[in-house]
């Protein structure tokens, strides 16, 4: 069936290094597709997205990368900071209405 | 202001309880929606409704009844509550349904069935 899966569960990271996330998709007709940020006790937050005729798309800090040739979506932070830890999502677009989540990757910051 | 509400935030009930959770946008969207997610953080979509119709179901259980009364609100019911449905209920909203509307989500309700 459709998913969307991470590869790392927990990601640790030194504060001030760069943080990449991945995400592996499996609809090759999905068209569109969403990073979220949730902290602890909060719901998810949108971070940037990308459209499936893209491969890059830059935000504040933050890049998506997306490789349709492997069904492919990384997260990238630069200079991570303690205030980026969380759990993050990927999410695709699998037909009109619907969204499919990704199992979440944790950051963890080090001071 | 706060854009997608819901309350309340904690919920502690007994099994074969029947219980509601309420939810509002005040963003002006048109399409809600109700996911779930386990103590393992998966997301799971439940329902969505566009303009007050509904449009997804995902095979969600009978005794879950979704009820918009208005496009600002999406109330979820849950009757007979068992164990299992214990987890955090997200309510969420977007400008239209489609595939490339961003979803606002609301700070989640935390049931606990005992």
């Known amino acids: 069936g459709e998913s969307v899966g991470l590869h790392l569960p927990t990601l640790s990271v030194q504060e001030g290094d760069n943080s990449i996330i991945n995400c592996a998709y499996s609809?090759?007709?999905?068209?569109?597709f969403i990073w979220y940020k949730q902290e602890s006790g909060k719901g998810p937050q949108f971070i940037i997205d990308i459209r499936s005729n893209m491969d890059k798309r830059q935000g504040q800090r933050v890049t998506v990368l997306l490789n349709k040739t492997v069904k492919h979506l990384s997260l990238q932070i630069a200079a991570t900071q303690p205030g980026d830890s969380a759990v993050y999502f990927c999410?695709?677009?699998?037909?009109?209405?619907?969204?499919?989540f990704g199992t979440g990757t944790r950051l963890k910051v080090l001071a | 202001d706060t854009a997608v509400s819901q309350t309340p935030k904690y919920l502690v009930t007994q099994m074969g309880n029947d219980k509601s959770i309420k939810c509002e946008q005040n963003l002006g969207h048109d399409t809600m929606y109700w996911y779930k997610q386990d103590s393992k953080k998966f997301l799971k979509i439940m329902f969505s409704y566009n303009n007050k119709e509904l449009i997804i179901n995902e095979t969600v259980p009978n005794r879950f009844s979704p009820k918009s009364p208005d496009k600002a609100h999406l109330n979820l019911h849950i009757n007979s509550l068992e164990l299992g449905d214990s987890a955090v209920y997200f309510c969420?909203?977007?400008?239209?349904?489609?595939?490339?509307?961003?979803?606002?989500f609301g700070p989640g309700t935390r049931l606990t069935v005992t």
């Open positions: 969420a909203s977007s400008q239209a349904a489609g595939g490339t509307y961003e979803q606002y």
């Open positions: 999410a695709e677009n699998s037909g009109t209405y619907k969204y499919i």
């Open positions: 609809n090759s007709a999905s068209d569109y």
